[in-house]
C-alpha cells in the first residue's frame, strides 16, 4: 500500500475511511483525543498508548476508544 | 475509630466502598463522596468515538479522590467475557494508573449475574497479569473457592441484583461464605438498598459494603451517604462486639424470678 491510497477502518462500529496510512495515535488525535485521555484496542486486543505511534492501521481494523466514566 | 482494612498491603480507613454513577449532579457526588469517607470508589471505561465531555463527573472524581485520600478502582462493567474483561482492565490500568480492578463479567442481561466460568478464567489470567482483582460474584461457595485460588484479593459477593435496591436476598448463603472462607476479606456488593442492609453485612463479618444507586438514587444522597457511612461503623463495631445468638423462645430479661404477686411457698 503506497502512502496515497485510503483505507476504510471501523471506528466504534462505523465505518471510517482514511486518505492516507495512519498509526492509531494519528486516528485517535484525529478523532479529537488527546492520548492520554483515552485507551484504544484494534480487533479485541489493547493497544498501549506507548504502541500507538508504531501501530499502523491495515484495512478492516476494528478500533475501539474507551474513555473514563462513572460507574458502580 | 473503625479498624483498618488492609487489601494488597493497602490500609483502608474506610469499609465503605463507593460507587459513582446516576447521581443527579457533579456537585451531588463530590458531596456524597466527602460525606461517605469512601476511600475506594469505584469508576468505569465506556466507548466512545466523539471527543465530547462527561459533564464534568470525572472531573470531580478526581479532585474528590485527592482531597480526602481515597483511590479509584475501574470496574469491567458491560464485558460478556472473560476476553473482553481482561482487554479492559489492561485498558483501565492505563487510563486509571491503577493495578486494582473491580473484575465483572457479565452471564444474564436480566439479573446482570456474573459468568462463573468466564468470571474464574478472567481472573486468573489478570492475577498472572500483575493485577489486584476484586471480583463481583455470586454467593456460590464453590465459585468463591475458585477465585481464591486463582488468586484474588479479595471477594465480593452479590446481596441481591445490581440496583435492585432489595438488601441481602439470602443471608444463608453469604453467612456459609463467611464461615468457611474465614481468611478471605469479603465484601457485599450490589443490591444494598437501605443502611440497615449493609448493617446487616457488616454483622455478618463482611469486611466491607460496596454500593451505588442507593446513595445515588436517594432522594438526599449526601445525606444517605452519611447514613450510610454511620450504619457500616455500627456494623462493624457490633460484629466487633459480638451480637447476641438468637432464640426461638423468651427469655425474660428481668429477673423477677417467678409470679410477681405470688410469693413462693
Known sequence: M???EAITV??????RTLDRAHTLAD????????QADVATSV??????RASRGTHSLAPGDSVLIFKPIVGG | ?????????????????????????????RDAIAASGAK??????KRTLSAAGDNGFIGIIREAVQAHGARLLPNTAGCRSAREAVQLAHMARELYETHWVKLEVVGDEHTLQPDPFELVQAAAQLVRDGFTVLPYCTDDLVTCRKLLDAGCAVLMPWGAPIGSGQGLLNPFALRTLRERLPDATLVVDAGIGAPSHAAEAMELGYDAVLLNSAVAHARDPVAMARAFKLSIEAGREAWRAGVMPR???AVPSTPVGGHAFVLDA
Do not use: C, W
Open chain 1, 10 to 15: 471501523i471506528v466504534d462500529g462505523r465505518p
Open chain 2, 1 to 29: 475509630m473503625m479498624d483498618e482494612l488492609v487489601i494488597d498491603g493497602v490500609r483502608l480507613e474506610s469499609r465503605f466502598f463507593l460507587g459513582t454513577a446516576g447521581y443527579p449532579s457533579p456537585a451531588h457526588l
Open chain 2, 247 to 249: 432464640q426461638d423462645f
Open chain 1, 43 to 48: 480487533n479485541g486486543s489493547f493497544v498501549a
Open chain 1, 2 to 4: 503506497t502512502g496515497a
Open chain 1, 27 to 34: 486516528l485517535v488525535s484525529q478523532l479529537g483525543h488527546a
Open chain 2, 40 to 45: 475506594l470508589i469505584t469508576v468505569g471505561l
